[in-house]
């Protein structure tokens, strides 16, 4: 059962280019949320969405940023017209519908990609 | 608002001293979870614990504990007789589950070093 799959792991990028980090959850899960990791800093929540649908963008910037998850297919976050400031770690995260209290416990990060814009 | 303030940047120790890293959490919500996570050199996310608010059991995992205290919204964390290969950054997280919305607050996080 292969985990949340990202890719690329490196991407670099000149600035004004455009970024496309890619997610596969993990299989049976419909829930992704994708997460931004400054250097030296902790994660911040960006979005969380559901098939075909964005439920909470509360963490997005406001500009330049967007994220999908079709029907089929993985999530894709898109970053448009790159600057330096975007050079960080992306992580994603999958989880089933509903846990709840479960004991096993589904939410799962991939390895991230890190942007990196010269 | 969700916060999670650990206030250790950075903790050395040496190889087999125990070593305790702390978490303090703000939330108005009566129901939440608790994280720890561990990011080594190698940069992948790797969970360690998730606790509900209300079970404030402590929780021991071999050489990892962890002291839930709701009455200082703290969740600490405590690595005994620590190894070189413990050396990574930890990060406390919180959530509020709201419909199914599981999104994580992180801590700053805390880079352990263990020295040999």
């Known amino acids: 059962n292969a985990g949340v799959m990202q890719n690329p792991r490196h991407l670099v990028r000149r600035r004004g280019q455009e970024a496309r980090l890619r997610c596969s959850p993990m299989?049976?899960?419909?829930?992704v949320y994708w997460y931004r990791q400054l250097p030296e800093e902790g994660l911040k929540f960006m979005v969380y969405l559901q098939k075909e649908n964005i439920i909470d963008e509360s963490g997005m910037p406001k500009e330049r940023f967007s994220a999908e998850f079709p029907k089929e297919g993985p999530s894709i976050l898109r970053i448009q017209q790159v600057v330096r400031g975007d050079s960080a770690a992306y992580f994603c995260?999958?989880?089933?519908?509903?846990?709840?209290?479960?004991?096993?416990?589904?939410?799962?990060f991939g390895s991230g990609t890190r942007l990196t814009v010269v | 608002a969700q916060k999670v303030t650990q206030a250790q940047t950075e903790i050395s120790v040496v190889e087999k001293e125990d070593v305790t890293l702390d978490c303090v959490y703000e939330t108005r919500d009566t129901t939440y979870y608790l994280f720890w996570y561990k990011q080594p050199p190698s940069g992948e996310l790797v969970f360690l614990i998730r606790r509900n608010s209300f079970d404030e059991q402590n929780e021991i995992s071999g050489r990892y504990s962890w002291n839930f205290q709701k009455s200082t919204s703290s969740f600490n964390f405590t690595i005994t007789a620590s190894q070189v290969v413990d050396s990574a950054v930890y990060f406390c997280?919180?959530?509020?589950?709201?419909?199914?919305?599981?999104?994580?607050?992180f801590g700053t996080g805390t880079r352990l070093t263990i020295i040999p």
């Open positions: 299989k049976g899960h419909s829930h």
């Open positions: 995260a999958s989880s089933p519908l509903g846990q709840g209290d479960q004991t096993n416990y589904g939410y799962t």
């Open positions: 997280a919180l959530s509020t589950p709201n419909f199914g919305n599981e999104k994580l607050t």
